[in-house]
Nanobody, 121 residues
Framework: VQLQASGGGLVQAGGSLRLSCAAS????????MGWFRQAPGKEREFVAA????????LYTDSVKGRFTISRDNAKSTVYLQMNSLKPEDTAVYYC???????????????WGQGTQVTVSS
């Protein structure tokens, strides 16, 4: 699976961004998807995950109520809608794909290249 993330940018605190991750190379509807982020000097951390049929979604506590993960299997794309952004959301955001459900664990099989999100105060 090849993953291409896009949609990052510079936004003021309180603003919104929508990240997209386009997948190719394997039936998209057969892989679970996740978003992770890595801030400068910090470990990569889990943000959100969605199961193949969108029945299960999972979020880290710090983004609950602000971020929404969704997927469009017909377009082979997963999205991360980010609202009420905060400076602490600043990071490189990565999408990832897993052949089995791993939720918030880092054991995803495929990773995209990352897109930078910068939130100014």
């Amino acid at each position: 699976v090849q993953l291409q993330a896009s949609g990052g940018g510079l936004v003021q605190a309180g603003g919104s961004l929508r990240l997209s991750c386009a997948a190719s190379g394997r039936t998209f509807s057969s892989v679970h998807m996740g978003w992770f982020r890595q801030a400068p000097g910090k470990e990569r951390e889990f943000v959100a995950a969605i199961s193949v049929s969108s029945i299960i979604t999972l979020y880290t506590d710090s983004v609950k109520g602000r971020f929404t993960i969704s997927r469009d299997n017909a377009k082979s794309t997963v999205y991360l809608q980010m609202n009420s952004l905060k400076p602490e959301d600043t990071a490189v955001y990565y999408c990832a794909a897993a052949l089995i459900w791993v939720g918030s664990r880092q054991e995803y099989n495929y990773w995209g290249q990352g897109t930078q999100v910068t939130v100014s105060s």
